[in-house]
Every structure is written in structure tokens, then in C-alpha cells.
């Protein structure tokens, strides 16, 4: 079936370091693929989304870029801020009965430091 | 607009209780689907209901049920508690398909 495997946190950052979060799937079909954050005490807010390869989303200074060949969605981000502190969570999604599913990585917690 | 909103926030049950959570979803969203976040297991479907029909449903027990009202509102049932039930439960709305997915804040159910 489907699958996203996220890097294991946490991850540690200072502030203004260079964040990267690794993310790679498996998917039959063409899946459309998301970036998840998740602060603490809150749902879920979408990040970013890519919805064919080589496509790259990008908000709040976060990047990812679609990568077929590489089957990859890896996060990055220039320098982070200790508001950036949160669960990212790597998703795909792919038509099931008529609908988008998503199929959720475990998450990566990242920690930024002043 | 207002968000999704999820109520209770929190909620406390004994082993063998049913429980029902609420979803209301953002005005104008028609698809409604409910998640299941634990640590161990992490963020798991359970289903999606459009148009007051269950359109899509993840690999969970009977026990776990849901339904949506004419006005998009959704509850979700679990009977028979067990333990391993305690979990953060999140709504998320969409306009329809292949749309994107709002989430709510959750409900914490811890089950004694």
C-alpha cells in the first residue's frame, strides 16, 4: 500500500540554522503531496503541496520540491526561528473511491533554540 | 470564515463507555473526514463522509462509527471503549474532493 516515511526527530536546530526534514514515499499512481505542521495543543494546518513531479511548494519560507525519479518531498528551509518549533508531518494522496485520503508520515518533532 | 471546530476538547471515559464527538465543519465544506493520532501508531484515516454518505473508511474496528447531518455537521461514535482508544481524534473539512483538507484542533479522549 501506500506509505511516507519521515526522518526520526527530534531535530534540534539553533536559530537561523538551515532545516532540512527528509521525507520519501511509495505510492501507486500519481500522488499529490503535502507538508503538514502541527503546533503544540493545535490540529493540523497545511504547510505546502506539490500535486505533480517537479513542481515545488513553498510558504512561510519552507520549500519542498516534488522529485519523482528520487520518489522525495524533503522539507527545507533557509533559517529557521524558534516559532517554528512544532510536528511536521510529510502526506501523500491518492484517488480512492472517489475521494483524496491522505496517508500521514509518523511526523518529525523539530526544536529550535535561541 | 470560522475554522473547523471540534467539541468536547477534552474528555475522560472509563473502559466499556461510548463516547460521541462533534464536527462542525467550515461553512460551505461538504466532506468531512475524522483522524485518529496516537503516538504509537500516529495520524490513521478512519472515514470521510460527503453529502451525508460514508464515501471512504480506514482499517478500524466496528466500534467506530460516524455519521453526517444535512448541514455537514458530523459525529463520530465509539462504543466499547478500550484503553487503547486514547488518542487525539481530529476533524478535518473540505469543499469536496481533491480539495484541501481544514483541520480542527482535536478532541483529547483519555480512556481509564
Known amino acids: 500500500g501506500d506509505s511516507v516515511t519521515q526522518m526520526e526527530g527530534p531535530v534540534t536546530l539553533s536559530e537561523e540554522a538551515f532545516l532540512t526534514i527528509n521525507c520519501t514515499y511509495t505510492?501507486?499512481?500519481?500522488?499529490?503531496l503535502f507538508w503538514y505542521v502541527q503546533y503544540p495543543g493545535e490540529g493540523l494546518q497545511l504547510l505546502l503541496k506539490a500535486t505533480k513531479a517537479d513542481d515545488k511548494g513553498s510558504n512561510k519560507g519552507f520549500e519542498a520540491t516534488y522529485r519523482k525519479e528520487t520518489t522525495s518531498f524533503h522539507l527545507e528551509k533557509g533559517s529557521v526561528q524558534v516559532s517554528d518549533s512544532a510536528v511536521y508531518f510529510c502526506a501523500l494522496s491518492v484517488a480512492s473511491g472517489g475521494s483524496y485520503i491522505p496517508t500521514f508520515g509518523r511526523g518529525t518533532s523539530l526544536i529550535v533554540h535561541p | 470564515k470560522a475554522g473547523v471546530t471540534q467539541t468536547p476538547r477534552y474528555l475522560i471515559k472509563t473502559r466499556g463507555q461510548q463516547v460521541t464527538l462533534s464536527c462542525s465543519p467550515i461553512?460551505?465544506?461538504?466532506?468531512v473526514s475524522w483522524y485518529q493520532q496516537t503516538p504509537g501508531q500516529g495520524l490513521q484515516f478512519l472515514f470521510e463522509y460527503f453529502s451525508e454518505t460514508q464515501r471512504n473508511k480506514g482499517n478500524f474496528p466496528g466500534r467506530f462509527s460516524g455519521r453526517q447531518f444535512s448541514n455537514s455537521r458530523s459525529e463520530m461514535n465509539v462504543s466499547t471503549l478500550e484503553l487503547g482508544d486514547s488518542a487525539l481524534y481530529l476533524c478535518?473539512?473540505?469543499?469536496?474532493?481533491?480539495?484541501?483538507?481544514?483541520f480542527g484542533p482535536g478532541t483529547r479522549l483519555t480512556v481509564l
Open positions: 505510492a501507486t499512481g500519481y500522488p499529490s
Open positions: 461553512s460551505g465544506h461538504r466532506s
Open positions: 478535518a473539512s473540505s469543499l469536496d474532493r481533491d480539495s484541501l483538507q481544514f
